[in-house]
Each structure stands twice: as structure tokens, then as C-alpha cells.
């Protein structure tokens, strides 16, 4: 038991084999506190019984040192965009400070002990928000050991229930946040990842798209909040594939390859400033649309116009 190391959640469903190869290369580590969420089968769905229930044995076949172990498991299925949220809030009235994890998200002692001296180091700075295992530019930035980021990726993260609290599930400063001449306006400067963004937003209020980490980057961004990225990659995706709920295909140069990382960590120069080159490359090859999917995204939004004219063309 490595009572040095933070709580964990760890939040599963149907995939029992990804689920286990997690677990398993924790193992090593023997975390002293460990929280599990597991949504419930889908109605509609039968192998989701059998999986989930296996997914339950794996927790208990393969957590065998010395812990404290908590359980979570939702009566009615709840799906990813609902039950991460409603999870990470049951963790944190047990904890006030911890990492996350879903069960597609494997990391080592390497973030384990990263996340730990730096829940401990930002402990009592509101700014800092998030605490992410990512790292996907291949690239190291500035002399530290991490940097500042405006971006909280969530494959493998830490943060604190005093952060937590400003997640905004219902969306409800999105307006505010794009219209204030101190909003988003002054947080990104560049004008097509600005626009980006305001469109993307707008999609997802409307309720065009469902994703329960975009309302966290939103809501450490209408914080003023600070996101730590590692210059070394800690953790790794294995759930890649049809099963998955958003991650079913593998985009090019997302082998995320863990590295180790030296302790005590070097802190950057820039006093709580975001590395904007960082940001800026960030942007360009983890979000910024690629020709192809605007051709995509045209041909779609063509489409569905033609249907509407279609529709509203009288039969003769």
C-alpha cells in the first residue's frame, strides 16, 4: 500500500480486457484509495450485462494489496457524457484531491508520483485547475520539467475538489464568455482558433454535440484557470476501437508512448503565464480541423440543405 500516492477513480463500463491491462499496470504501484464508477448496462444492449458484471471481477481479481476500496455503480445506464461528471462529483465529497481515470486510460508510477508533488505544490492556487497525464506534441516546451497551459486534457488528470466545483455542466456562461471583451476575446487572440471555438461552443449548448470534457476546458477557461501539461507523455490510450464511446479510431501520432519523468520537478520560468507557442501547436494538431473534414463537414451541411429543399418542394 503507497499511501504517497493520491486517490484514484477509476470510471468503466463494458470493456473488461482494457479495464484489467488499466488496473494491471497500476498494480505495481499499490495506490492506498481507490474509487470505482461503473455505469450500468444498456437496456437495449444484452452483452452489456455479462460485460459489466466481468468488468466487476476484474476489480476484485486483480485489486488484491492492501487498500481502501469504494464503489459506484448507477441503477439505470446514465452514458459517458452523464456518468463521468456524476462520478468525478462522488469522488470528490470523499477526497479533496485525486486523479482520474477512465477505464481506457493506463498510467504508471511516473504520473502517479507527478500528480502527487503537484496536487501537493498548487495545493492552495485557485488558478491552477488541472493537473493532465497528456502530453501530445511529441515536444518538449520551456526548461521545465511541465508547462502552463490553456488546454486541460483529460487522458489521465488530476485536479481538486476546489476546482471541481466550477464545472459547468448546463453551460450556463457560454454566452457571457464569448461576448465579454475579457472572455474568450481576450483568452485566444488568434482569430480562426477563436471562431473555432465560438462555433464549437454555440454546437455544444445547442446540444449538437454531448461532450462532458469540453464543459471542463470551458469551465477552467471562464475561471481564468491554468492547466499543467507534462513535457513528457504519461499516459496512454488503449481504448481505441468500435466499442468505444467517442475515441473509434486512432488518429495518426497518437501512440502516447509513457515516459518516466525525474522528481523533484523543475517548475517553469514563466511565473503562471500559458506557453501560447505551446497552446498554438497544440491547437493545430489536436483540434484544428484538417481539409479533409472540412470537405466532410461541407458536403454534410450541403446535404442536409438539399433535404430540407426537398421536403418543402411540393409534390406535384
Known amino acids: ?187 485566444l487572440t488568434d482569430s480562426f482558433e477563436r471562431k473555432y471555438w465560438i462555433r464549437f461552443y454555440r454546437g455544444l449548448k445547442s446540444g449538437k454535440y454531448p461532450f462532458w470534457d469540453a464543459k471542463w476546458v470551458l469551465s477552467v477557461w471562464a475561471n481564468d484557470g491554468i492547466s499543467i501539461t507534462p513535457n513528457q507523455n504519461l499516459v496512454s490510450n488503449i481504448g481505441f476501437g468500435p466499442d468505444a464511446t467517442h475515441t473509434k479510431t486512432k488518429p495518426a501520432g497518437m501512440e502516447m508512448i509513457i515516459s518516466e519523468i525525474a522528481s523533484p520537478l523543475r517548475s517553469p520560468e514563466n511565473t503562471r503565464q500559458f506557453y501560447e507557442e505551446a497552446d498554438s501547436h497544440l491547437f493545430k494538431v489536436r483540434y484544428k480541423p484538417k481539409f479533409k473534414d472540412r470537405i466532410i463537414s461541407l458536403k454534410n451541411r450541403l446535404l442536409g440543405l438539399m433535404s430540407l429543399f426537398l421536403k418543402r418542394v411540393p409534390r406535384l
Open 1 to 187: 500500500m503507497n499511501k504517497a500516492i493520491p486517490p484514484i477513480l477509476i470510471i468503466y463500463f463494458n470493456r473488461p480486457q482494457v479495464l484489467k491491462k488499466t488496473l494491471l499496470a497500476l498494480a505495481p504501484v499499490q495506490p492506498s484509495s481507490l474509487f470505482f464508477s461503473s455505469d450500468a448496462p444498456r437496456k437495449n444492449v444484452l452483452s452489456d450485462v455479462a460485460l459489466v458484471a466481468e468488468c466487476h471481477k476484474v476489480v476484485e481479481s486483480v485489486v488484491t494489496w492492501d487498500c481502501a476500496v469504494h464503489h459506484l455503480h448507477a441503477e439505470e445506464n446514465q452514458g459517458c457524457d452523464v456518468w463521468v461528471p456524476r462520478s468525478i462529483d462522488w469522488f470528490f465529497t470523499h477526497v479533496e484531491a485525486g486523479i482520474i481515470l477512465e477505464d481506457d486510460c493506463m498510467i504508471t508510477e511516473a504520473f502517479c508520483k507527478f500528480s502527487a508533488e503537484l496536487l501537493e505544490r498548487y495545493r492552495d492556487e485557485p488558478r491552477i485547475m488541472s493537473i493532465s497525464a497528456a502530453n501530445f506534441q511529441e515536444k518538449s516546451w520551456g526548461n521545465g520539467d511541465y508547462y502552463y497551459s490553456r488546454y486541460p486534457a483529460i487522458w489521465g488528470w488530476a485536479t481538486w475538489s476546489r476546482a471541481w466545483q466550477h464545472f459547468d455542466s448546463q453551460l450556463a456562461c457560454v454566452d457571457a464568455f464569448i461576448n465579454s471583451p475579457a472572455g474568450l476575446n481576450q483568452l
